[in-house]
């Protein structure tokens, strides 16, 4: 098994109240949430992306009516207008040499970058991928997915991910269902180049405190969340914090993980 370099990075964020993401939180602090997207880099099997954050498609497929109602529920502000990929270029990578993109769930803050990516192989469960077909309006927008993110040859470069699922063949990735926050959503474990386990978490919480103190978010947000799948996830990750305290967990939007970013 050989190891992962990894980099947190990220095009913009969003800002919401601690207390939508944790009970207990506070409603006067207000937390920025990154849309991380996490450089994996190997030795054989290259450059890949889990998940590809907002790029400024999501301002122009919010700018009709409903999913308008995305934006001003939660207004984005890009760091990078042109989006990861040129916050990859930035960084002297080149786009091309991206050829895997793993995507942890169909929210439009982690599919926003896909059409900048027309080569890359995608990675996705399946459950994912079948509960935002043939769906759009209001309905899409109960699954923060926006359809215009998705390119059309989509299906055809998909490969499909489930629990405990080998990523590479190789044990160096492996996958967790992680769903509650969305149908299907995934994380990864992997080990980095300095020895250390990794789990990149996706949104199974929006903060850390969250699994590690098992905190679920206000229940405001059970509309958009399949509550008791949720707190299995959650528990899930609690008890992995507990009983494997090297583990790193690392959830997309929690402020230590933008705090990784170089
Ligand atoms: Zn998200």
Request: aromatic share 10%; glycine share 8%.
């Amino acid at each position: 098994m050989t190891r992962w370099h990894w980099t947190v990075l990220s095009d913009g964020w969003t800002e919401a109240h601690e207390a939508a993401a944790i009970s207990g939180g506070s409603w006067f602090e207000k937390v920025r949430f990154h849309a991380t997207v996490v450089l994996l880099e190997h030795p054989v099997h290259g450059r890949v992306l889990f998940d590809t954050g907002y790029s400024s498609r999501f301002f122009t497929e919010t700018q009709r009516w409903p999913y308008r109602l995305y934006r001003m529920l939660t207004p984005v502000t890009l760091t990078e207008p042109r989006g990861i990929i040129e916050v990859l270029r930035q960084r002297g990578i080149e786009p091309e040499s991206i050829h895997h993109i793993i995507i942890s769930h169909w929210h439009a803050d982690h599919i926003g970058g896909l059409r900048d990516f027309p080569w890359a192989r995608l990675h996705s469960h399946r459950q994912a991928w079948d509960s935002i077909q043939d769906i759009s309006g209001i309905a899409a927008l109960r699954r923060a997915f926006l359809p215009g993110l998705v390119p059309e040859d989509t299906a055809a470069r998909m490969q499909w991910l489930s629990e405990g699922c080998d990523v590479f063949g190789d044990g160096s990735m492996t996958v967790l269902e992680l769903p509650g926050h969305a149908i299907g959503q995934i994380g990864v474990r992997f080990v980095d180049t300095t020895g250390r386990p990794v789990l990149l978490a996706a949104d199974a919480c929006w903060l850390s405190k969250a699994f590690r103190e098992m905190l679920m978010p206000h229940p405001i947000t059970r509309l958009m969340h399949d509550w008791p799948v949720y707190r299995g996830s959650l528990s899930r990750l609690h008890d992995l914090h507990r009983h494997e305290p090297d583990l790193l967990i690392v959830p997309c939007h929690c402020p230590e993980t933008a705090a990784l970013m170089p």
